[in-house]
Each structure stands twice: as C-alpha cells, then as structure tokens.
C-alpha cells in the first residue's frame, strides 16, 4: 500500500510540472504576440497592413516604414527630449534613493518610521491623482514646458519605490562590516562609498532599469506639461502618427513603436544578469 502511495507522488508532481509548463507557454504566448504583431506590421507595406484578412505571417518585407518613421518631424528633437529627460531622472532619482535608504535603514532618528509609511502611502498613490496638483503647482513656479518640470515630476514617481527596494538591500548587509571599517579608522563618508554603496549595486541596477523604463514610456505627464510641440518626448512624438485629416499611418506607427523599444530592450538585456541577481537577493527584505 504504501509503495503504491509513493509511485502515485511522483506522478502527480510530474503532471504538476507539466500543467504549470503549459500554464506558462500560454502566458508567453499571449504577452508575446503583441510584440510580434508590431514588428510584423512594421515590415509589412501599406496594402498589407490595412488588409480585411489579418497577415500573421509577413508575405512581403519592406523598410518604407521605418523611413517614414525616421523622416517623420520633431524625431530628432524629440528623441533628444527624451534622452536628456530620462538621463536627468536617472541619475536623481538614483542618487536620492541611496542616500535616503541609506538613512533610513543604517541610522536610527525620530520619524523614520513615520517616513517609511509616508513613502509607502505615496508608493500606492496612483500616478494620475497626483498629476493636476503638480500642474497647478509647476505652473505657478514657470516649470511647464521645461526640462526641469518633467525631471522633478518622474523623480517623485520613481523615488519611493527606489527607496524602498534599496532600503532592502542595505538591511541584507551585516552590521560586522561597518564595525569592522569603524574599527580600521574609516568616516562615516568612508563607509558609505567604499563599503556599503558597492555591496547595493545590484539594488541600484534593479531602480534603475525601474527609473529608466516608466521615464522612457511614460506619456501622461509628458503630454499635460509639455505643450509646445518642440518639447514633446517619443511617447507624445508617437501620437503625431495619427491625425483627424490623415486617419492612423499604423506601418509608421509600428516601424515608431520598434524604434522606440529598442532603448529599453537594449538596456535590459545588458544589465539582466544584475537585475535578476539584485531582485532574488535583497529586495524582498524590508
């Protein structure tokens, strides 16, 4: 009896196993195809891309779309927009994240609780309820239409959950390590930088790739705080594919769509070893 109970575990472990692979295939699938239906769209000409019957395969491969994309205007503007404003938010928020979990998870002060909750709470907040206050308040201080505006207003999306991820990572180091560094002589600043801003580096590419991605993408906020047109980043330059006199060009939007993602996806793939590393090892830990 009981080498029978023993033969029937494995077996229902296996069909376990197999159920939860194809569970995953489906899964992939489904959140693959819309990818593969941009790309495809943008290799496809025109008269295939309007077709009544749906081309899942590409009969007929062509780049007119990606040079209607490319020779599209404000492109390079745009693109430059996106590329100072996502650079600036990068480096801010990152810079303010390390140090304020930093604090918060290496020093013991009055309020720190208080604070943490305060940047949970505004973690869950979603982003559009906070937009009308930050116009209002950009809009009395001359920010609209400005670098400087969209910087600010990125950093305060992305900053909580850049302090709280890392806040995690510093918890994960051993208190020994500082004392030992206390021990040999070392700063407080020395400490920071040589010992325990290295050991969070996964951390930091963990929010980054965060920080990068919903600055990249993002095209609310850009589109309520930048109305000249000059200042429009790629999320907002992609809206110019489509007009009320012309109808929706949906080769050039996609060939757009590709040229867009690739940024992010190149990005990914170069720091994934890290990202993986950094979320499975201190991010957990709060």
């Known amino acids: 009896m009981s080498d029978t109970r023993t033969q029937r575990a494995p077996r229902r472990a296996t069909r376990g196993r197999v159920v939860a692979n194809i569970l995953a295939v489906v899964f992939c699938l489904v959140w693959i195809f819309p990818v593969y239906w941009m790309v495809n769209t943008a290799f496809k000409p025109p008269y295939d891309v309007t077709t009544a019957t749906p081309q899942f395969l590409p009969r007929h491969f062509t780049l007119t779309n990606f040079k209607a994309a490319i020779t599209q205007s404000h492109f390079l503007g745009d693109l430059r927009n996106s590329l100072i404003v996502v650079s600036c938010t990068l480096v801010v928020a990152i810079a303010l994240g390390i140090f304020a979990a930093a604090a918060l998870s290496r020093f013991r002060f009055r309020g720190r609780r208080l604070i943490l909750v305060v940047i949970l709470a505004v973690q869950m907040l979603p982003s559009a309820a906070l937009l009308i206050p930050m116009f209002l308040v950009f809009n009395k201080m001359g920010l609209l239409?400005?670098?400087?505006?969209?910087?600010?207003?990125?950093?305060?999306?992305?900053?909580?959950?850049?302090?709280?991820?890392?806040?995690?990572?510093?918890?994960?180091?051993?208190?020994?390590?500082?004392?030992?560094?206390?021990?040999?002589?070392?700063?407080?600043?020395?400490?920071?930088?040589?010992?325990?801003?290295?050991?969070?580096?996964?951390?930091?590419?963990?929010?980054?790739?965060?920080?990068?991605?919903?600055?990249?993408?993002d095209y609310l906020i850009a589109y309520t705080f930048m109305k000249d047109q000059s200042m429009y980043t790629l999320p907002v330059w992609l809206a110019s594919f489509s007009t009320p006199t012309t109808g929706t060009n949906y080769g050039g939007q996609m060939a757009a769509s590709v040229l867009f993602s690739l940024p992010v996806v190149i990005f990914f793939l170069a720091i994934q070893r890290n990202l993986v590393a950094g979320l499975s090892s201190g991010a957990v830990k709060g």
């Open 145 to 217: 239409d400005h670098y400087l505006g969209l910087v600010l207003a990125y950093v305060a999306a992305v900053l909580p959950f850049s302090i709280w991820v890392m806040r995690g990572f510093f918890l994960a180091l051993p208190y020994e390590l500082e004392e030992a560094a206390m021990v040999d002589g070392a700063s407080t600043g020395s400490i920071l930088f040589r010992v325990l801003f290295p050991l969070v580096a996964p951390g930091v590419i963990a929010t980054s790739i965060f920080a990068f991605v919903y600055a990249w993408n």
